[in-house]
Nanobody
Framework: QVQLVESGGGLVQPGGSLRLTCAASGLTFSSYTMGWFRQAPGKAREFLAAIRTNGDNKYYADSVKGRFTISRDNAKNTVTLQMISLKPEDTAVYYC?????????????????WGQGTQVTVSS
């Protein structure tokens, strides 16, 4: 079955960096647009970034543009989210998601598969 497994979360100080990785299995990875979302307690799940199948088209939420970078490796079936200049308001559970032949949607409903999430806490 399809599995998306996120890793790389943890506790980081404000201004610090983290690199999240999502490993996919059970699907033809190169046919899926991959997205990253996050959800803070009491808030809706929020779009962060998406990358289309060939890796050339990337989309970012305004809140993370310039600080977060999405990339993918179709040979390794992985998608990463490099995060710099982290702020306390970036604290959330971070999820990766897969959208079959997607165009880079920013809405939760467009995505077919989801990982279980990884916690990112930004605090001094």
């Amino acid at each position: 079955q399809v599995q998306l497994v996120e890793s790389g979360g943890g506790l980081v100080q404000p201004g610090g960096s983290l690199r999240l990785t999502c490993a996919a299995s059970g699907l033809t990875f190169s046919s899926y647009t991959m997205g990253w979302f996050r959800q803070a307690p009491g808030k809706a799940r929020e779009f962060l970034a998406a990358i289309r199948t060939n890796g050339d088209n990337k989309y970012y939420a305004d809140s993370v543009k310039g600080r977060f970078t999405i990339s993918r490796d179709n040979a390794k079936n992985t998608v990463t989210l490099q995060m710099i200049s982290l702020k306390p308001e970036d604290t959330a559970v971070y999820y990766c998601a897969a959208d079959y032949l997607g165009w880079g949607a920013r809405t939760v409903d467009e995505y077919d598969y989801w990982g279980q999430g990884t916690q990112v806490t930004v605090s001094s």
